[in-house]
């Protein structure tokens, strides 16, 4: 079965981003990935992810437990699945406590102030 010619490609999906007449349309995301690396070296993605693991790494310093983080980060905004939320935030807080601990650099500066 072929796809339609305005059909995003596999992998991507569009968000309200690329609803006409809305900041960013037209503007693609990359597909939303619950579980990443815990460890390895920084990628673009990190980089990228920096105020995602800022927001989760205060939100645990605060007391948040791990289900509280999902339903507040992931749930509804990138999966509709609790169990997809909850392995979300799970895998983006390890790799946020990975890098902070082996000094990824935007997350030290941050936490600096």
């Known amino acids: 079965m072929s ?3 305005d059909a995003p490609s596999p992998g991507l ?3 309200d981003a690329a609803r006409p ?3 960013g349309a037209n503007e693609i995301r990359p597909a939303f990935w619950p ?3 815990r460890t390895g070296p920084p990628s673009e993605r990190d980089y990228r992810s920096t105020a995602l693991y800022l927001r989760l790494l ?3 310093a605060n007391g948040a437990t791990e289900c509280e983080i ?3 980060v992931f749930l509804n905004v990138k999966t509709n699945s609790p169990r997809l939320a909850w392995l979300a935030a799970r895998s983006h807080l ?3 406590r990975w890098l902070f601990e082996n000094d990824f650099l935007p997350l030290m500066w ?3 102030d």
């Open 3 to 5: 796809r339609p010619a």
């Open 13 to 15: 999906v569009q968000g």
């Open 21 to 23: 007449g809305v900041a």
């Open 35 to 37: 579980l990443i690396p």
């Open 58 to 60: 205060m939100a645990e």
């Open 70 to 72: 999902a339903r507040d």
């Open 94 to 96: 390890e790799r946020a």
């Open 110 to 112: 941050a936490m600096d």
